[in-house]
């Protein structure tokens, strides 16, 4: 998930990796925020605060 962040995060494959599909088109449409969505995202899963569309807590 970090890596998949990391390199495609600007097209949001890994939310859609997660199952967050909604989350993941606008990341695509708007490129991750222009990189602002992406870098948060990035920091949250780093802390291991990043959950899938079930609750369940990714590690990173």
């Known amino acids: ?5 990391f390199v ?5 494959v890994h939310r859609f990796y997660a199952g ?5 088109i606008l990341m695509l449409l708007t ?10 995202d990035f920091i949250v899963i780093v ?3 990043f959950s899938d569309k079930n609750g369940n807590k990714i590690r990173p």
């Open 1 to 5: 998930m970090l890596i998949l962040c």
């Open 8 to 12: 495609l995060g600007g097209l949001g």
């Open 20 to 24: 967050k599909t909604g989350t993941g």
């Open 31 to 40: 490129l991750g925020g222009l990189g602002i969505w992406t870098f948060i």
């Open 47 to 49: 802390t291991s605060n």
